[in-house]
């Protein structure tokens, strides 16, 4: 059974940084595109930012220049690297990765979500 599972998020003050993770567990052929999305408190969830298996990056314009997204293909692992962090970072991160698994095909699994708190 594949899944995604988000160790990390928490509580961290203004200007401060905290490094997400999401590593894909259970059997698969491969995984290709991660993401990391967020529902901020009373708000449709966004995209934040997306890598390819490749490496090619893309961000949404209110996190560029402070979070970084990277993976390690080894590990199944992608990370969120979030600095600078503002009271508007406030909301629940999901990662999610298009997986594919041999005889069912590829589909979009997401994590269960973890809550990262930036206080004021």
């Known amino acids: 059974q594949v899944q995604l599972v988000e160790p990390g998020g928490g509580l961290v003050q203004t200007g401060g940084s905290l490094r997400l993770s999401c590593v894909a567990t259970?059997?698969?052929?491969?995984?290709?595109?991660r993401t990391w999305y967020r529902q901020p408190p009373g708000k449709q969830r966004e995209l934040v930012a997306n890598?390819?298996?490749?490496?090619?990056?893309n961000y949404a314009d209110f996190v560029k220049g402070r979070f970084t997204i990277s993976r390690d293909n080894a590990k199944n692992t992608v990370y969120l690297q979030m600095n600078t962090l503002s009271p508007e970072d406030t909301a629940v991160y999901y990662c999610t990765a298009e997986i594919f698994v041999l005889y069912q095909g590829r589909s979009t699994y997401w994590g269960q979500g973890t809550q990262v708190t930036v206080s004021s």
């Open positions: 259970g059997r698969f052929y491969s995984v290709t595109d």
């Open positions: 890598i390819t298996s490749g490496g090619s990056t």
